[in-house]
């Protein structure tokens, strides 16, 4: 499974996160990811974390609609690590806009990271939601979720 997280665009634009966490990466060779809103329950991140040890690819995804009826443009940067707190993260590895907007303070869950890479719309519509099976791409059409569970459609169960 990987994370798969909605950027909505009153919050940050998508290519200015691109740019603010693939900077820290480059400078500092990884970089974290603060994810607001609800805490990551904890059998899913110890999944998440036996999956990387395990060697899997595990992915985050971010992506935000750019055009109204379902056109999102998409990112991926493959999880190294996966902390509930930030006293688990290193503060030189976060963009400089997390003390402005205060995501240090407000993040449930921050994930470790290397560089993002843009994601073709082919792969970003072979992600489907790990619970339901659905596209990916068709939730997020309809829904307002910002955060899910997606596998590729591969390798799902």
Not at 24 to 29: D, E, H, K, L, P
Not at 67 to 86: D, L, M, Q, T
Not at 105 to 126: D, P
């Amino acid at each position: 499974e990987h994370v798969f997280l909605r950027i909505p665009k009153e919050r940050k634009n998508i290519d200015d996160f691109y740019r603010a966490h693939n900077e820290v990466s480059i400078a500092r060779g990884a970089v974290w990811v603060g994810v607001t809103g609800a805490c990551l329950a904890r059998d899913r991140q110890s999944e998440l974390i036996q999956q990387i040890r395990g060697g899997a690819r595990t992915y985050l995804y971010v992506a935000q609609m750019v055009k109204p009826g379902g056109v999102f443009v998409a990112y991926r940067s493959k999880i190294s690590e996966i902390v509930s707190s930030s006293s688990g993260i290193d503060p030189e590895l976060v963009p400089e806009y997390y003390l402005r907007e205060d995501i240090i303070n407000l993040a449930r869950f921050w994930v470790r990271v290397n560089l993002f890479e843009k994601v073709g719309s082919g792969v970003f519509r072979s992600l489907r939601v790990a619970q339901s099976g659905k596209r990916a791409a068709d939730v997020l059409k309809r829904s307002m979720l910002s955060r899910m569970f997606v596998s590729e459609a591969t390798h799902q169960r």
